[in-house]
């Protein structure tokens, strides 16, 4: 009787942490006000949207390196980010997708620029590294 007690008991407690973990998570996306794609998500509202910006925040040796770049996209590396909103103010109520190497450096952008007021924020959370793997997607390099 006592060893069912505990085995309920920790079992109710892991289901309970679980519940907890992925609140948390729901909870930590809405903070943060921006969304994060998937690689194929991100190359079909690329192609689908007529007035959208791609930001890439990546040093200009990424840019221009061997994962290439998205078409259009604009070059703002994320230590510039902060002082070059004024730049892309004209986008704060439409979709701006942002992208990096691998995602890191474009969730701190993306929560940077819902922090100054941009509506529709996109994150490429696998960035570059991810995008070169998905047939079609617009790349130059």
């Known amino acids: 009787m ?41 190359v079909e509202m690329i192609k689908n949207e007529k007035d959208i910006l791609i930001i890439d925040v990546r040093s200009q040796s990424e840019f221009t390196g061997e ?29 701006v997708l942002v992208v990096c190497r691998s995602g890191v450096r474009s969730r701190q952008a993306s929560s940077a620029l819902v922090n100054n007021g941009f509506a529709h924020v996109y994150n490429i959370a696998p960035g570059m590294a991810g995008l070169n793997q998905i047939p079609g997607a617009p790349i130059e390099r």
Do not use: Q
Not at 11 to 31: E, K, T
């Open 2 to 42: 006592k060893r069912t007690l505990i085995i309920v008991g920790v079992i109710s407690a892991m289901f309970g942490l679980d519940y907890v973990r992925n609140s948390f998570n729901v909870f930590a996306a809405d903070v943060a006000g921006y969304t994060d794609l998937s690689g194929a998500d991100a």
């Open 67 to 95: 994962l290439g770049h998205l078409e259009g996209a604009k070059l703002i590396p994320l230590n510039e980010l902060s002082a070059r909103f004024g730049e892309i103010a004209a986008y704060k109520e439409k979709n």
